[in-house]
């Protein structure tokens, strides 16, 4: 009986050990979390004094340029009307001045004539001759101090009160973004980025996504639009790249403060056609595909079975041509150089025109026509008594299509089980560009 006290008492003991242990882990993945919080807080108190010291002295250089380029303008006003205004009187002031010396000298010889008397009467009479010609009796017209500008600076004194209202108003403190990132999810070749709003009150009319390499520290702009979600795309498998978000309100100019930055990074490789088919002219990324307007028409493999369970594949179409009833866009076994469509056996694909293929049998359901800007995605899972892809009980797939609003779900019956599935296109027409991802 003793025995197995002391068992119950060592067992109990372990116990509290072992939740003791669980509560010391708890409480330092708590203080983990704390020392996060602090070091978010800190951290965007230094950058947000740093960016407000440095617009608000951006501010005072570009208000001192500002003042002084008015200031200059003003000035070069009144040397204009200065200089306008008191031309006319220096052209007035010389011809008085002209008057009197025309006038002594007129003077002089008067007094000369008189002098002489009636023993000059030629000189009296000379004299007499030019005073008329002169004609004393005309006066240059001087004007009143009323008719001549006076300058004076017209400034408005409530200029001041004006800026200081509106300096005292300009910016804002904002301790939580009205948008977050809320899910990094990877793709082959890029990374799923999803937002969503942070405050009720806050109406949104567009949204800015921004990203960079963690090692390069400047973000650039990916996305301006409506959408909540963005896939960033040419992104390098196995690096970090950190994301944020911001948005500008209903009638507004101004961006919101960005979101709490989120690192992420992809482990798939992209997607990339296969290089070499005539019909088709390839993007840098090979990711892109466009139809030339050569004559022979076949499908356009992907490179390499690069689709797998689990994940989606999206075909966005970036131009369009005339449709036909034997295009296709869709994923297969294996790729079947001598078929002109995907409309076959081992594979599934969605015509131009909405219709539903599997195995080569068209299905009843049907999707809306593709159109240049429309996007068409498949996801599949294994549905099978299998574990996965490569167990080979596993050859029933769900397929779940999706073009615009609608989508078709069924089961697809392979042969064979499958690792990963090939992608591919067929268009008869030219002019079809079509981007994969």
Request: proline fraction near 4%; aromatic fraction near 8%; charged fraction near 25%.
């Amino acid at each position: 009986m003793e025995i197995d006290v002391k068992t119950e008492l060592l067992q109990e003991a372990k116990e509290s050990i072992e939740a003791a242990k669980n509560y010391k882990d708890e409480l330092e993945q708590r203080l983990q979390g704390l020392n996060q919080a602090r070091k978010q807080i800190t951290g965007s108190a230094v950058q947000t004094r740093d960016i407000l010291k440095h617009h608000f002295n951006e501010l005072k250089v570009k208000l001192t340029k500002l003042l002084d380029e008015r200031l200059v303008l003003m000035l070069q006003e009144v040397d204009k009307v200065e200089q306008e205004s008191v031309k006319p009187l220096d052209d007035c002031q010389k011809l008085i001045e002209h008057g009197v010396s025309v006038a002594d000298e007129l003077l002089r010889e008067g007094e000369v004539a008189v002098l002489c008397g009636t023993a000059e009467e030629e000189k009296l009479k000379n004299f007499t001759k030019k005073a008329l010609q002169i004609q004393l009796d005309s006066l240059p017209e001087v004007p009143s101090l009323a008719e001549v500008p006076c300058l004076s600076a017209q400034l408005e004194e409530s200029l001041l009160g004006f800026v200081k209202d509106r300096i005292f108003s300009h910016g804002a403190i904002a301790s939580h973004p009205p948008v977050q990132i809320e899910e990094l999810t990877e793709r082959p070749g890029g990374i799923l980025v999803r937002w969503c709003k942070d405050d009720d009150d806050f109406v949104a009319q567009e949204y800015r996504l921004q990203f960079c390499k963690n090692t390069a520290y400047q973000f650039n702009d990916v996305y301006v639009g409506p959408d909540t979600e963005f896939v960033v795309l040419h992104i390098d498998p196995n690096v970090s790249y950190t994301f944020r978000v911001c948005a500008r309100g209903e009638g507004r100019i101004e961006w919101s403060p960005w979101s709490i930055p989120q690192s992420g990074y992809t482990t798939l490789t992209a997607h990339e056609w296969i290089t070499g088919c005539e019909g088709f002219s390839l993007s840098s990324h090979r990711d892109m595909a466009l139809r030339n307007d050569s004559p022979l028409s076949g499908v356009l493999y992907s490179k390499e079975p690069t689709y797998t369970s689990g994940l989606t594949l999206t075909f966005r179409m970036e131009a369009t041509g005339l449709p036909d009833k034997r295009d296709s866009i869709g994923v297969c076994v294996e790729p079947q150089n001598e078929c002109d469509s995907l409309q076959r056996d081992k594979a599934v694909c969605i015509s131009s025109n909405g219709a539903v293929f599997v195995n080569g049998k068209e299905m009843t359901n049907q999707l809306p026509c593709v159109s240049t800007g429309s996007s068409v995605t498949f996801d599949m899972e294994v549905v099978s008594l299998g574990s996965g892809f490569n167990d080979a009980a596993s050859f029933k797939l769900r397929v779940i299509i999706s073009s615009g609003n609608r989508e078709v779900v069924f089961d697809w019956l392979l042969d064979q089980p499958c690792a990963a599935l090939y992608f591919g296109c067929s268009f008869v027409y030219p002019g079809w560009k079509i981007l994969v991802f």
